[in-house]
């Protein structure tokens, strides 16, 4: 659902938005600027997602098991 909000901006801004971006796409942009600073993903959806992939779940343990070994000889 999509939600109208009024802000204020410079004019040489406004003027800069129109000259620059479609003036029916200014919103548009704005959001695509705005969106990954205010909504954050659903890490436990994506994480999950990530786990089904078989092939990368077994690169990722590949390179797991080879830091492990390589922490493990480390002198200290």
């Known amino acids: 659902m999509q939600k109208k909000l009024t802000i ?13 971006i479609a003036t029916r796409k200014i919103s548009k942009f704005i959001e695509g600027l705005v969106r990954p600073h205010v909504v954050r993903p659903n890490m436990e959806l994506a994480y999950s997602q990530m786990s089904k992939d078989k092939k990368r779940e ?17 002198k200290r």
């Open 8 to 20: 204020t901006i410079d004019e040489e801004v406004y003027e800069g938005l129109h000259k620059t």
């Open 58 to 74: 077994a690169g990722a343990l590949d390179w797991a098991e080879i830091s492990f070994k390589d922490i493990a000889n480390e």
